[in-house]
């Protein structure tokens, strides 16, 4: 059993920032790709970020030149820092962890919960 842990969202004003956090934990043996996604009302999840295990990053067209993701393999954790955030970002905001269990065993994709982010003046 994973529990993914969100946190960071909240109300924020046109032109302020945000930082997402994810912490993973329980029956882990390794993690690859991490990444946040989102949903906002009425329309369908779309990718937001991700990065792999070693570093490597990849942001939809949204995001390029305000949203940064990061890890800290050490605490198993993922965090999404969103600046210059405008109205259009307000969305559902989730986690996703790419775990393996154990040896040998392939890698199974895990949503978090997710958390509120509401953009408005």
């Known amino acids: 059993q994973v529990l993914l842990e969100e946190g960071g969202g909240g109300l924020v004003q046109p032109g302020g920032s945000l930082r997402l956090s994810c912490v993973a934990s329980?029956?882990?043996?390794?993690?690859?790709?991490m990444g946040w996604y989102r949903q906002a009302p009425g329309k369908e999840r779309e990718l937001v970020a991700n990065?792999?295990?070693?570093?490597?990053?990849n942001y939809a067209d949204s995001g390029k030149g305000r949203y940064t993701i990061s890890r800290d393999n050490d605490k198993n954790t993922v965090y999404l820092q969103m600046n210059s955030l405008k109205a259009e970002d307000t969305a559902i905001y989730y986690c996703?962890?790419?775990?393996?269990?154990?040896?040998?065993?392939?890698?199974?994709?895990?949503w978090g919960q997710g958390t509120m982010v509401t953009v408005a003046s």
């Open positions: 329980g029956s882990i043996f390794s993690i690859s790709r």
């Open positions: 990065i792999n295990e070693g570093g490597s990053t």
């Open positions: 996703w962890v790419e775990i393996k269990y154990a040896a040998g065993l392939r890698s199974l994709g895990v």
